[in-house]
């Protein structure tokens, strides 16, 4: 009986999920941040101590996550499971090199194995096609909605 495989899956899963929590309650303390100073950090150790007693570290990489700032928002990431910073590039393809892909049409295929676990803030507006030349007909959110 050949159980190896699906032990390793398991701690995978595991992994991901703690590196999952880490990004999110990071994410939470820059939405804190925010609220009371206006503005995001330029570093995350400005969350330290009021809003995290420690910044949690990167368990794929055994450094801290990956962040900076950009605009009005910000970019935070985990290198992902195999260890290698690809610059802030989602497994979804609709995040490369940090920045949203301008048209979701033209995101890249997706690649879990050359990826990170990207959070990108702001959230681009959210653009509806209509008809069946894919003209963009309608913007249903705007830029600002996100500050």
């Known amino acids: 009986m050949m159980m190896v495989p699906a032990v390793n899956g398991m701690i995978d899963v595991d992994a991901r999920m703690e590196v999952e929590f880490c990004r999110l309650k990071v994410a939470f303390a820059l939405a804190l941040y925010r609220a009371d100073e206006g503005e995001y950090p330029e570093t995350?150790?400005?969350?330290?101590?009021?809003?995290?007693?420690?910044?949690?570290?990167?368990?794929?990489?055994?450094?801290?996550?990956?962040?900076?700032?950009?605009?009005?928002?910000?970019l935070l990431y985990s290198v992902g499971r195999d260890g290698i910073d690809h610059g802030g590039h989602d497994e979804s393809g609709q995040v490369v090199a940090g920045e949203w892909v301008a048209d979701p049409l033209d995101a890249e295929e997706p690649s879990i194995d050359e990826s990170d676990l990207v959070i990108r803030v702001p959230v681009p507006p959210l653009v509806v096609r209509h008809g069946e030349d894919g003209d963009v007909k309608e913007t249903v959110a705007d830029e600002d909605a996100n500050d």
């Open 44 to 74: 995350l150790d400005a969350l330290v101590p009021e809003l995290l007693d420690e910044l949690p570290g990167d368990l794929f990489s055994g450094e801290g996550l990956k962040y900076q700032r950009r605009g009005a928002g910000y």
